[in-house]
């Protein structure tokens, strides 16, 4: 029998998988409203006139009192006033999805400030409506591929990811791809095997392969002799011990804090919160799937909010979205290929987005320890301006007696320049060092592009040296690291050495960089006897 074709690349994801394979083209994404006042499949108008048939068709199974309620909330989606509100926002060049959500927020704001209780009360069925074509144009982005199949393709969007079934086990391949890239950050956090960097290859939709993201290799055909079956599904050579607690201490005594990175929310449900510091980093931008997702305060409220309950008081640093750049969002008609336009300068750009995420996060803040990351900041005026942003919907939120609470605010240590000059940022509260995009502005290298995973270690020592100064201008405010430098016990040494004491890992990666801090002393040397 033929000897299996064994390809070697980088692995970005441990562990080891086998399968059949899928073979991926460029993913068609759904059709999605992405231009002013656009008509046809996938538009807001698709998405009001399916809300409407749906509502029709549970008018005819329910009772009078609740037929009079969703015929007056049809009529509210046929009102011709809002859709003249709508169009003119649009005519003013505001998005379609966020001229008609502004224009339904107006309404609702109408009816909670009317003196009959009776009106105001129908404010809650405007909202009804409002999230339900929410919800219509979300949809599901990309199609999804076999469960328990290996990927194989150029690449792989993160919402295509997050929307695939990993319970069967299954891979990933990349023909090129990074292992600093966003979908490697998943694929650990879920401890799925990933390898990237093959270089295009032929194989058969319905050949085997499997893969070991550990050593970085694919190996085709693996019924050929010499492949022995695969061990379940995230087996990893790490050692796999539970961590009991997110408070440990250095060999020598010296408290640390181990702490989460979350991507997909509905991840939490299956780690015990005892087990960690609370969330270092929850990845908001992971959780929007198109346009349509930011604009639905609701939905963003109760990921929030169950994030805040599962923690149980213990910290929980969410980041506001970090989308542009190299995180396109689907319906987004803004340049956001360009490197700037990302983080906070896109948010600022395009405050309706914003907005939406800031009273999501205030109402859901009295429900835990919320923590607000500003991600890619460069200047303190950027932070000033969110501040702002912040304390108008706070009083927005006050004048419609709404419950909320103003978190602490702080920001990502990720662009060079505020690294540099972090003693000037005394409006944030705390400081968080993002390593990816440190590393990769360092390097001056494409997130994605296979140079920045050539330089990443030889970038590492600058990485260093860089926390190390940064660390000594931040006045004593409270400092994480939360990037994949922080999950690489090599790194650790060096970075406790630099004065780090709370870091926020992946889930998988948490056994391992726990056992490797209390072998080390807060110095970073290694403890005597090991």
Not at 436 to 461: C, F, M
Request: proline share 5%.
């Amino acid at each position: 029998m033929a000897e299996p074709l064994k390809l070697q690349a980088t692995g970005a994801s441990p562990g080891i998988a086998s399968g059949q394979v899928y073979l991926a083209e460029r993913s068609a994404l759904v059709s999605m409203p992405v231009a002013p006042g656009a008509s046809g499949p996938g538009t807001l108008a698709d998405a009001v006139e399916t809300a409407i048939a749906a509502l029709q068709h549970l008018a005819d199974r329910v009772d009078g009192e609740s037929r009079d309620i969703i015929d007056f909330q049809i009529e509210v989606l046929r009102d011709p006033t809002i859709a003249e509100m709508t169009e003119k926002r649009v005519s003013a060049g505001e998005h379609t999805v966020f001229a008609w959500v502004a224009a339904i927020d107006a309404h609702i704001a109408e009816l909670e400030d009317a003196d009959e209780e009776e009106v105001r009360a129908r404010a809650v069925d405007i909202l009804d409506i409002k999230n339900r074509v929410l919800g219509n144009l979300s949809g599901t982005p990309v199609e999804d591929f076999p469960a328990g199949s290996i990927f194989v393709g150029k690449d792989i969007e993160p919402s295509r990811f997050l929307g695939h079934d990993w319970s069967r086990g299954g891979g990933i391949v990349l023909f090129g791809g990074s292992a600093s890239g966003h979908v490697a950050l998943l694929a650990r956090a879920k401890f799925i095997p990933m390898v990237v960097g093959c270089g295009r290859f032929d194989v058969a939709t319905d050949s085997q392969v499997r893969i070991d993201g550990d050593a970085g290799t694919v190996f085709l055909d693996t019924q050929a002799e010499g492949i022995s079956s695969a061990p379940a599904r995230g087996q990893s050579r790490t050692d796999a011990a539970a961590i009991n607690h997110g408070k440990l201490q250095t060999s020598d005594g010296v408290p640390i804090l181990l702490s989460i990175n979350v991507n997909d929310p509905w991840e939490i449900a299956s780690i015990d919160a005892a087990t960690a510091a609370g969330i270092g980093l929850l990845r908001s931008e992971f959780a929007v799937r198109s346009l349509a997702d930011t604009a639905n305060e609701d939905k963003q409220f109760q990921i929030y909010r169950r994030a805040l309950e599962w923690a149980g008081g213990k910290p929980v640093t969410i980041r506001m979205l970090d989308i542009g750049g190299d995180k396109p969002l689907a319906g987004l008609e803004d340049d956001s290929g360009a490197m700037g336009m990302r983080g906070i300068r896109l948010l600022l750009a395009r405050p309706e987005i914003a907005r939406v995420q800031v009273r999501a996060l205030l109402r859901a803040a009295p429900f835990g320890n919320l923590r607000v990351l500003l991600p890619m900041v460069t200047f303190p005026s950027e932070i000033d301006d969110m501040r702002r942003i912040f304390a108008e919907e706070t009083g927005l939120l006050l004048r419609r007696k709404i419950a909320h609470r103003l978190p602490q605010i702080g920001m990502m240590v990720e662009v060079p320049a505020a690294a540099l000059m972090l003693d000037t940022f005394d409006n944030a509260e705390f400081f968080s060092f993002g390593t990816n995009d440190l590393a990769q502005y360092l390097a001056a290298s494409a997130r994605d592009g296979s140079d920045l995973s050539a330089y990443r270690d030889k970038a590492a020592p600058a990485v260093v040296r860089l926390i190390t100064q940064a660390m000594t201008l931040a006045a004593g405010k409270p400092v994480s690291i939360c990037g994949d430098m922080a999950g690489d016990p090599s790194a650790l040494p060096a970075l406790l050495a630099a004065g780090l004491r709370h870091f926020s890992v992946a889930p998988a990666q948490r056994p391992a960089i726990g056992s490797a801090l209390v072998g080390l002393n807060a110095d970073g040397t290694r403890a005597a006897g090991d």
